[in-house]
C-alpha cells in the first residue's frame, strides 16, 4: 500500500506565502508522477501542478509564475510552493501520486486527505 499525508495548509493573508508538503509511505519502490489538485467550495476538483519522475513540470494557467512544485525523491515527498496568493486560490489541495510499490505493484492514483489553504484578509 502507498499512503500520502499533505500538511502545510493554513490561513494566509492575500499577497502571502504558503509551502504544501506530501509525504508518502508504505512499501515504495519509485514514485513516478506527483500532482496537487485543488477544489474551492461549489467547484470541480482541478489540476494545479504536476511533475514527473525525471523532473518536468506542467501548471494550470492560473498559478504559473506563482506555485513552484518540486520533489524530494530520496525522502519521497512533494511539495507545492505557493507564493502571491489569492483569494481565488481558496480551496482544499490535494496530492496525487503514481507509484510501484518494492513487490511490483503499481497504485496508480493514491490520494492524500486534503489540506484546507484559505486566502482572507
Known amino acids: 500500500q502507498v499512503q500520502l499525508v499533505e500538511s502545510g495548509g493554513g490561513l494566509v493573508q492575500p499577497g502571502g506565502s504558503l509551502r504544501l508538503s506530501c509525504a508518502a509511505s508504505g512499501s515504495i519502490f519509485r514514485i513516478n508522477v506527483m500532482a496537487w489538485y485543488r477544489q474551492a467550495p461549489g467547484k470541480e476538483r482541478e489540476l494545479v501542478a504536476i511533475?514527473?519522475?525525471?523532473?518536468?513540470?506542467r501548471y494550470a494557467d492560473s498559478v504559473k509564475g506563482r506555485f513552484t512544485i518540486s520533489r524530494d525523491n530520496a525522502k519521497k515527498t512533494g511539495y507545492l510552493q505557493m507564493n502571491s496568493l489569492e483569494p481565488e486560490d481558496t480551496a482544499v489541495y490535494y496530492c496525487?501520486?503514481?507509484?510501484?510499490?518494492?513487490?511490483?505493484?503499481?497504485?496508480?492514483?493514491?490520494w492524500g486527505q486534503g489540506t484546507q489553504v484559505t486566502v482572507s484578509s
Open positions: 496525487n501520486a503514481a507509484a510501484r510499490s518494492t513487490t511490483g505493484t503499481d497504485f496508480n492514483d493514491v
Open positions: 511533475i514527473s519522475s525525471s523532473g518536468s513540470r
